[in-house]
């Protein structure tokens, strides 16, 4: 018997508890609206029947607490993540990780930037040294022993990042801001691929990456948390791939798979990259990516309850008799 193992990557959009502001100028969630969501959310997540689930826009981790213990499959599982904490007066969204799988060691919360990295921002004065976001690392054990390193992110948007007294009115202002998030997405794609970097180089084993990317999986943020380019096309070690194109068995001519709508495109923003181990022409392969899935109908449908992004299931197949008789 062959062992399936299932990733999957979701933002819920703005999970928080009832009465909590988290943005300025959007209202909390009443009770009827917080029932409604996470309902919503306990029943999406019993679909995607993944073991492992990578989560974005978490402002309470008390929250996602309350959809797990909502939904059939997910009542015990292993719950990774921190609340967030404010930074300049904002609020910004944290992540999570759900596992089925065992932990196989702490979980480590990424806030600043590996190796000093410190880019300053056009017209700023201080330095950008943390992520945006935390990357979340979680150690998982496979079915055979192994560990595997997990890892949750969210790329800074494609919002314009404003300093004080620009508007979007003026065309250079705008210009300028959207320069500076393109800057800090990038940056926070440059500080993840150190860290994976770091622990290639420390130590083979398999790598997953779940996220929002904010990008689509050939913008040059995305590729360089891929570690395109530096062995050229045919080296595997060290670099990610994205489970959509080393798919065995899907017909990509068929692919409808789109995790976000905006002002009428469909774009992919979410992503799960995996490292050689699940390549098909690595000779350190432990598994294979069968098939990528988008859970992405309630995006057009916009219901008041639902995320604004689909969802990405990952069905991997993982070689060897001990996998087999898992």
């Known amino acids: 018997m062959q062992h399936e193992l299932r990733f999957a990557t979701f933002n ?9 502001r988290f943005y300025d100028g959007q ?12 309902s919503w959310l306990a029943q999406q997540i ?57 932990l196989a060691g702490l979980p480590i919360l990424h806030q600043d930037l590996p190796r000093q990295l ?12 943390r992520f945006t976001r935390p990357v ?26 404003w300093n004080p007294g620009e508007t979007e009115d003026d065309p250079y202002h705008l210009g300028m801001a959207s320069l500076r998030s393109l800057i800090r997405r990038g940056t926070d794609a440059l500080g993840l691929r150190y860290l994976l970097t770091d622990l290639q180089l420390a130590q083979r084993g398999p790598l997953v990456v ?16 891929m570690g395109t380019g530096r062995h050229g096309k045919s080296a595997l070690y060290e670099r990610l791939f994205d489970s959509t194109l080393i798919q065995t068995g899907n017909d990509r001519s068929r692919d409808v798979g789109y995790t976000h709508l905006h ?6 923003l979410d992503h799960v990259l995996v490292s050689e181990e699940f390549h098909p022409r690595s000779n350190y392969a432990i598994g294979e990516v069968l ?36």
């Not at 410190?118 to 040294?129: C, F, N, R, V, W």
């Open 210 to 225: 779940l996220g929002d990317f904010n990008d689509d999986a050939s913008a040059v943020s995305t590729q360089m948390v």
């Open 46 to 102: 019993d679909r995607l029947d993944a073991d492992v689930i990578g989560f974005q826009e978490i402002f309470s981790q008390d929250a996602l607490r309350d959809v797990l213990a909502r939904t059939r499959h997910y009542r015990h599982a292993h719950h990774a993540g921190s609340d967030p904490q404010p930074r300049d007066g904002q609020l910004t969204p944290s992540v999570a990780l759900v596992s089925r799988l065992p």
């Open 27 to 38: 209202e909390p969630y009443s009770i009827r609206q917080y029932d409604d969501k996470i």
């Open 118 to 129: 410190a880019i300053t921002l056009p017209d700023t004065l201080a330095p950008m040294t």
């Open 136 to 161: 979340l690392q979680v150690p998982l054990s496979l079915p055979d022993g192994s560990t595997l390193q997990a890892f949750v992110t969210h790329m800074k948007s494609k919002r314009p990042d």
């Open 263 to 268: 002002e009428g495109a469909y774009q992919t």
């Open 291 to 326: 098939e990528v899935l988008y859970l992405n109908d309630h995006v057009g449908l916009r219901l008041a309850a639902a995320s604004d992004h689909g969802q990405v299931l990952v069905r991997i197949r993982l070689f060897g008799k001990d996998a087999e008789s898992a």
């Open 12 to 20: 819920v959009l703005n999970l928080a508890l009832p009465g909590a």
